[in-house]
């Protein structure tokens, strides 16, 4: 299947910090998504993303849709401990039935 | 709306034995997805329906698995023999489009 490549792997921040994260492809996407699982749970729907350099916000959480749609970014702005959880992207291509998700990005968030 | 219905929630089970993990999607969606999560390999696509046919099985790690989709309310994934290396989270997901919606996961220990 596609590889989808998120980095960092993990991350440790001071609450109020904002966080970058990204995922790249060798592939091209024609839709990106990204999703957060917080621990017991299944992952979550944050952003879904259209069309490429698209940008779009969700609260204190932005994503892009890279030019080249072989890449997105996730920002988190102003982190709070409940931001806490593993961020996965998610990507579509045409004429697929399903998705192709990241390795995941693990965030802690220290008070 | 319920959300995405999985149970048990935990499953311990002894080697050799049989499980059933069982999955009820939102009413309306016309794709399920049957996920396995691990700290090694991450989220694994194992097989997905459209319209409850199987489209796609060949994340289906061997012929120890087996998943059914008998009406658009009900899916099963069955392990027989268990293995201590089947343990995981197994996620079930059910989308309309392209944002996937999970349930919380069955959480199966094989001892």
């Known amino acids: 299947g596609q590889q989808l490549n998120q980095s960092p792997q993990s991350m440790f921040i001071q609450e109020g910090e904002d966080v970058s994260m990204n995922c790249t492809s060798s592939?091209?996407?024609?839709?990106w998504l990204w999703y957060k699982q917080e621990p017991g749970e299944g992952p979550v729907l944050l952003i879904a993303?259209?069309?490429?350099?698209e940008l779009t916000s969700n609260g204190r959480l932005t994503a892009q849709f890279g030019i080249t749609r072989k890449d997105s970014f996730l920002n988190i702005s102003a982190s709070i401990p409940s931001d806490v959880g593993i961020y996965f992207c998610?990507?579509?291509?045409?004429?697929?039935?399903?998705?192709?998700f990241g390795t995941g990005t693990r965030l802690t968030v220290i008070p | 709306d319920a959300g995405v219905i999985q149970s048990p929630r935990h499953e311990v089970t002894e080697m050799g034995q049989e499980v059933t993990l069982r999955c009820k999607p939102i009413?309306?969606?016309?794709?399920l997805f049957w996920y396995r999560q691990t700290m090694m390999r991450g989220l694994e696509l194992l097989i997905y329906?459209?319209?409850?046919?199987?489209?796609?099985d060949s994340g289906m790690p061997e012929d120890r698995f087996s998943a059914k989709m008998p009406n658009a309310s009900f899916s099963t994934l069955k392990i027989q023999p268990s293995e201590p290396r089947d343990s995981a989270v197994y996620f079930c997901?059910?989308?309309?489009?392209?944002?996937?919606?999970f349930g919380s996961g069955t959480r199966l220990t094989v001892v």
């Open positions: 997901a059910s989308s309309r489009l392209l944002g996937y919606t």
């Open positions: 592939s091209i996407f024609n839709t």
């Open positions: 993303l259209y069309k490429a350099g």
């Open positions: 998610a990507g579509h291509q045409t004429g697929a039935n399903n998705l192709f």
């Open positions: 009413s309306g969606h016309n794709s």
């Open positions: 329906f459209n319209n409850n046919v199987p489209i796609d």
